[in-house]
């Protein structure tokens, strides 16, 4: 081997060889028609400790080897051996000008690497093999990646990774100001995709940080995938990461993640999918305190996979707008579950502009603090779930189902944790092939809400306030359906068939007075209108950690209405100011004792156990 010369070279001259090509020198220019080399083993390689530059191309049946102080080379390059093709820079940006193609190997890597950024101009290919975008590989200054409208990056089965630092598992490509966000003109961008990705059965990774000392009036991100880009595997995983660092430059916003925000969609863009992989895409701005750092954006995009999961993680601090905006994406999995999370530290989740929809036969759910639902579509047959994070007991604030619509063909509902104090309305009709579970602090339904099939129960728990004024039934499988509060105000209607609706306190020990009128903040008031809009086969008023159940006004149970009035607590039930209990059958369950005077009206059966009674 040749070393030791540092001298520019240029050449002009066309040849072909069948052996090896070693090319040693300062700045080296390779001008004319190229080098052929049709030997099934010759390799290519070139040193060179300035800028390598030229339009020639290159064609070996070996490796090829590029390593220069920069890279701008506007001649293809092709090798037909098991390396591939390796192109580093040492101290400069590396842009290709031409088409990368390794052509022969199922193995074969293709693997760009700078200190710098790396601009792909042209397509790049591999029949199998890996295709590796390593900038700021030094990670001392920066370095970021841009795959050019044009440019498509195709392994046919083997991984592409665009990431960046000392390792690439663990590192990330750097914003740089060779790379400008899409709409923004003063914005930077790590990791910017404009054209296709194809990896046929292998995985893609992206993985970019912002550069806290550049930045301008536009918006800045860490990972951006344009309309006019695409990222596509049948059996890989898809891994997007993009996180911001803890300062900022300029007047622009900051993302972590932004999909489908610039750039124009043409047949098959905007696109990120697999068939049976999962699709990760986490954009954080937690360590940025400021108003200008979000976590993730989705413009009208589509993100999908058959049958792996879903799962957006999107992270801001307490000082962000949004954790996560979505402005009309379409994501969906036909059988994987779905999994959209934000931070507890602001956790603000906004869906709005355009409908986002998310479909799913597996599970849908959005684990988000203080959500605002513009326009949102939950689809698919599986469970719906809006629930705080966790590492949150409670919802931000309060959240409303008005603006969302929910597939009536969804297997489950759930709105609110178990230990959620934040009020939640229904305000959106809703059916659902199944049960419907509710938590929340005041809890208003002033829609229709409906359990259709015979698991479907309905379960409204509010530590506050519940009010109906609209239809709730569960009547469609002759389900129960159970209201804990701690008020209640009822002149809706609930109806559950022939099963039971249960109305009783939130908390244990809860009072409950029967006949009084008017939500009080010390006991739960029922009053007999209120108990009349019930229908069920059986109308149960407390439960066994129930406190006295007193009946201060006459209550009577039209048998149209139930055919069975069953009182349960802990304590005493006691019959005040002369009222009677009216009903076809009345079952009480007392802990205490049970004191009914009057003239009570049963005209079926009478079931009493006392454990209280002398």
Excluded: C
């Amino acid at each position: 081997p040749i070393s030791g010369n540092t001298a520019a070279i240029t050449v002009s001259t066309p040849l072909t060889l069948t052996g090896d090509l070693e090319i040693l020198g300062g700045a080296i220019t390779y001008n004319g028609t190229g080098v052929t080399s049709t030997g099934a083993a010759s390799d290519l390689l070139v040193t060179a400790s300035g800028a390598f530059t030229g339009p020639a191309p290159f064609n070996f049946g070996g490796k090829i080897s590029i390593t220069a102080a920069s890279y701008t080379g506007t001649g293809a390059l092709t090798s037909a051996g098991v390396d591939g093709i390796a192109v580093t820079t040492t101290a400069g940006n590396l842009t290709t000008g031409a088409t990368l193609l390794a052509n022969t190997s199922t193995t074969a890597p293709l693997v760009l690497k700078s200190t710098g950024s790396i601009l792909v101009n042209n397509n790049l290919t591999s029949t199998g093999g890996p295709i590796t975008l390593w900038s700021d590989s030094d990670a001392t200054a920066d370095g970021a990646i841009q795959t050019a409208t044009a440019a498509t990056v195709n392994s046919n089965g083997g991984n592409i990774t665009l990431s960046g630092g000392t390792d690439l598992a663990t590192g990330y490509a750097k914003a740089s100001t060779a790379v400008l966000s899409g709409a923004a003109g003063t914005g930077y961008v790590a990791v910017h995709v404009m054209g296709a990705i194809n990896a046929g059965g292998g995985d893609i990774t992206l993985r970019g940080q912002d550069n806290t000392a550049i930045g301008g009036g536009g918006y800045t991100a860490a990972v951006e995938l344009e309309k006019s880009g695409s990222l596509k595997t049948t059996t890989g995983n898809i891994n997007i990461e993009g996180i911001l660092g803890n300062a900022l430059t300029g007047a622009g916003n900051r993302d972590g993640v932004v999909v489908g925000y610039a750039g124009t969609a043409t047949t098959g863009s905007n696109v990120v999918s697999t068939t049976t992989g999962s699709i990760s895409i986490k954009g954080s701005a937690a360590s940025l305190n400021n108003a200008l750092g979000y976590g993730v954006y989705f413009g009208a995009t589509a993100v999908s996979t058959t049958t792996g999961p879903i799962t957006v993680e999107a992270l801001g601090s307490a000082q962000s707008i949004y954790d996560l905006r979505d402005v009309g994406a379409d994501i969906s999995s036909t059988s994987g579950a779905i999994l959209v999370k934000t931070g507890t530290l602001g956790g603000r989740a906004m869906f709005e502009l355009a409908t986002a929809k998310f479909t799913s036969n597996g599970s849908v759910t959005l684990d988000v603090l203080t959500p605002t639902f513009t326009l949102l579509e939950l689809a698919g047959t599986g469970t719906k779930i809006i629930e705080p994070p966790t590492g949150a007991n409670s919802f931000g604030g309060t959240v409303s189902t008005a603006n969302i619509t929910i597939s009536s063909a969804s297997s489950a509902l759930t709105i609110g944790s178990s230990t959620n104090t934040s009020a939640v309305t229904l305000g959106k009709a809703t059916s659902i092939a199944g049960p419907i579970t509710v938590y929340g602090g005041d809890v208003t339904n002033s829609t229709n809400l409906t359990a259709t099939t015979s698991t479907g129960s309905i379960a409204i728990s509010a530590n506050g306030l519940f009010t109906n004024s609209a239809a709730i039934s569960s009547a469609g499988g002759n389900q129960s359906t159970t209201i804990k509060a701690e008020k209640a105000v009822l002149t809706g209607s609930i109806t559950s068939g022939t099963g039971i609706t249960q109305v009783t306190g939130y908390s244990s020990g809860r009072t409950i007075d029967m006949g009084l009128t008017g939500a009080t903040t010390s006991t739960l008031a029922l009053t007999n209108t209120e108990l009349g809009t019930i229908t069920a086969g059986t109308i149960r008023v407390g439960d066994s950690t129930s406190g006295t159940i007193t009946v201060s006004a006459s209550i009577t149970i039209a048998t149209a209405k139930s055919a069975t009035l069953a009182l349960r607590t802990a304590g005493n039930v006691t019959a005040t100011n002369s009222a009677i209990i009216t009903a076809t059958n009345l079952g009480i369950a007392a802990g205490g004792t049970i004191s009914l005077g009057g003239n009570n009206g049963v005209t079926g059966n009478l079931a009493i156990v006392a454990g209280g009674a002398a």
